[in-house]
């Protein structure tokens, strides 16, 4: 009763506090917020995640401060600096109340959506843990807000809009463009005679009688290379092959899978490796292989043994720790480039070790499904990238909006080649801030970003007028919008893929077949809107056109795949067909 009382009276006397005991049931607080998060609300604690919200309950009182046991009170002492830290753990909360009740509302929401979960300490004290987001500097971050001014990009959407509604008032139903195939006897004469050339059946052969090779001493880099990506697309490649790359002083190694190679394998054959000439080194699905342990008695014998080695791949190497890292790091002083994807042991210190060497020259960086880097914790060591021109971060867990903002805004200017894929959690607000801040941008990978709208292609379209590569794979964009952006900014793609958007028709059709001029890959797989009309009219509109990927268009007939006129299209992804000697004789 003494203390319904004392809750219920307030002191006159300006120092007065005022003590409040969240019982079980009390859940007033919900109060001043609405509904909460349901983590925000454990009822096997007394003291709940929302205690600093008590606040409110009394706004024209000076202080209010909450305790965090039934018969203490935690003392306001505003001289002595050192008590309060030490009671900190215990204190939940003080705030002053010289402030408006409205503003700390605002405040509470804001902070309210931030928590993810809390914990409880030794001493039952109830610790807020906050997102990612909040280790960045909202000081770092510009407001970015859309003014309503139109656009190029705008205004062709209302036309197209305004045309349709007019039609349809009208009752007019527009005409598609026919397609009329060109083929005639000659196409097809030259269809059947169509051979590969001396080089790629030298390379075939060689690769399927790999083991009779005695020697690669006369072999260029660049033959050494497609070799090599043969045989390790065929599995054929071992332990005899690699010991021929590896003979004398090799300037490249290249093997993009080295899934084969066993620890002791790797141990053997580059511990005699002459490293003072290479320039490359690839060694994908490198596995179980490279470690700290390894790395000494291979690659890292002593410091600047990779004196010369400017681009470095070591992709899924599942073992490298930070400590690895640094070890390989101090014998290759001269990095350009570097990839480090799927490595899941690295954390966010191995780009402050990449940062402290090569921070005014690095100029490539790929850390994709590295799942242990907090973007939030590494962005001021990718701040320290000053020559920053390949960024990939796709698949990394932690990508958010904050993060995008805070680093495109003050270094996006040098990015030419951005990889996204798989960031699920960005939307149209990372786009406008991408296109704004990136004025060179020149490949862009958004593939599978399924909160994005028209807004970002609208974006990419007002200002990315210079990209060659883009790849839109499983986006929910409108065939308007795919359009509009291919009128406005489609005349410099070089390489285009639209998997998987099930809306692509014919305004994206008639738009590739008037401005892809320079394209030579086209993705157009699970594109089921696309008829023989529409596919015929872009094969034979675009002339540079090399490979044309149509994976789950079951609804094509042999009037297309026939009927074009284009001999040097060759199509991936058509039924009863050998599909890997498609993709080889590409790469060759």
């Known amino acids: 009763m003494d203390q319904e009382q004392e809750h219920e009276q307030p002191s006159s006397s300006s120092s007065a506090f005022r003590k409040r005991i969240l019982e079980h049931d009390d859940d007033t607080d919900a109060y001043h917020l609405g509904l909460l998060p349901p983590e925000a609300y454990d009822t096997s604690k007394r003291i709940k995640t929302y205690d600093f919200l008590a606040t409110f309950d009394q706004p024209k009182r000076e202080t209010i401060v909450i305790s965090n046991s039934d018969g203490e009170e935690?003392?306001?002492?505003?001289?002595?600096?050192?008590?309060?830290?030490?009671?900190?753990?215990?204190?939940?909360?003080?705030?002053?109340?010289?402030?408006?009740?409205?503003?700390?509302?605002?405040?509470?929401?804001?902070?309210a959506a931030r928590i993810h979960n809390a914990s409880e300490n030794k001493n039952n004290d109830v610790v807020i843990v906050s997102s990612a987001d909040d280790k960045i500097n909202d000081a770092d971050v510009e407001d970015e807000v859309d003014d309503d001014s139109p656009t190029p990009f705008s205004e062709a959407i209302k036309a197209i809009q305004e045309r349709a509604e007019r039609n349809q008032k009208r009752g007019i139903v527009e005409e598609p463009p026919v397609w009329i195939s060109k083929r005639n006897e000659k196409d097809s004469v030259r269809r059947r005679s169509c051979v590969p050339s001396l080089q790629e059946l030298s390379l075939n052969i060689l690769a399927q009688h790999s083991d009779a090779v005695v020697s690669l001493d006369c072999v260029n880099d660049d033959f050494r290379q497609r070799l090599s990506n043969l045989l390790c697309d065929s599995r054929k490649m071992?332990?005899?092959f690699l010991e021929l790359l590896l003979i004398g002083v090799p300037t490249q190694i290249r093997l993009k899978d080295c899934?084969?190679?066993?620890?002791?394998?790797?141990?053997?054959?580059?511990?005699?490796?002459?490293?003072?000439?290479?320039?490359?080194?690839q060694l994908d699905k490198c596995g179980r292989i490279v470690t700290e342990h390894t790395l000494p008695a291979t690659l890292a014998k002593s410091p600047n043994s990779l004196s010369k080695l400017t681009i470095l791949?070591?992709?899924?190497?599942?073992?490298?720790?930070?400590?690895?890292?640094?070890?390989?790091?101090?014998?290759?002083?001269?990095?350009?480039?570097?990839?480090?994807?799927?490595?899941?042991?690295?954390?966010?210190?191995?780009?402050?070790?990449?940062?402290?060497?090569?921070?005014?020259?690095?100029?490539?960086?790929?850390?994709?499904?590295?799942?242990?880097?907090?973007v939030a914790c590494i962005l001021p060591a990718l701040k320290r990238f000053k020559q920053l021109q390949v960024l990939s971060l796709a698949g990394v867990p932690t990508v958010s909006d904050k993060f995008i903002k805070s680093y495109f805004i003050a270094c996006g200017y040098n990015i030419k080649d951005l990889v996204l894929k798989d960031c699920v959690n960005l939307t149209d607000a990372s786009m406008r801030v991408i296109s704004k801040h990136c004025p060179g941008l020149r490949v862009l990978d958004i593939m599978n970003l399924g909160k994005l709208t028209d807004l970002s292609i609208g974006y990419l379209a007002n200002s990315c007028r210079g990209l060659r590569t883009l790849k839109l794979c499983r986006n929910p964009f409108s065939d308007e919008a795919i359009s509009v952006f291919l009128e406005l900014a489609g005349k410099t793609l070089e390489e285009l893929s639209l998997n998987s958007i099930k809306k692509v028709g014919l305004l994206?059709?008639?738009?590739?077949?008037?401005?892809?001029?320079?394209?030579?890959?086209?993705?157009?797989?699970?594109?089921?809107?696309?008829?023989?009309?529409?596919?015929?009219?872009?094969?034979?509109?675009?002339?540079?056109?090399?490979?044309?990927?149509?994976?789950?268009?079951?609804?094509?007939?042999?009037?297309?795949?026939?009927?074009?006129?284009?001999?040097g299209t060759r199509i991936i992804g058509l039924k009863l067909s050998l599909l890997f000697q498609q993709f080889e004789s590409i790469t060759l």
Request: with cysteine; charged share 25%; net charge negative.
């Open 74 to 111: 935690v003392q306001d002492d505003s001289e002595s600096d050192d008590d309060e830290r030490s009671n900190a753990a215990r204190t939940l909360a003080l705030f002053p109340r010289n402030q408006q009740e409205e503003r700390h509302k605002n405040i509470a929401r804001r902070y």
């Open 313 to 374: 791949s070591l992709t899924g190497a599942c073992r490298l720790t930070n400590e690895g890292l640094r070890l390989l790091i101090s014998s290759a002083t001269e990095l350009r480039s570097i990839n480090l994807s799927q490595c899941s042991l690295l954390t966010w210190d191995s780009l402050d070790i990449l940062a402290d060497s090569f921070g005014s020259v690095l100029k490539e960086l790929r850390i994709d499904d590295c799942i242990l880097i907090d």
């Open 238 to 240: 071992n332990c005899y």
């Open 508 to 567: 994206t059709a008639s738009s590739l077949a008037k401005n892809g001029q320079n394209l030579h890959t086209l993705d157009l797989s699970w594109c089921r809107n696309l008829s023989d009309n529409e596919l015929g009219l872009i094969v034979d509109s675009c002339l540079s056109l090399r490979s044309l990927k149509l994976f789950g268009c079951s609804q094509l007939t042999d009037m297309f795949f026939k009927g074009h006129s284009n001999i």
């Open 259 to 281: 899934s084969w190679l066993t620890e002791e394998e790797f141990t053997n054959y580059f511990q005699t490796l002459d490293t003072s000439e290479l320039e490359v080194l």
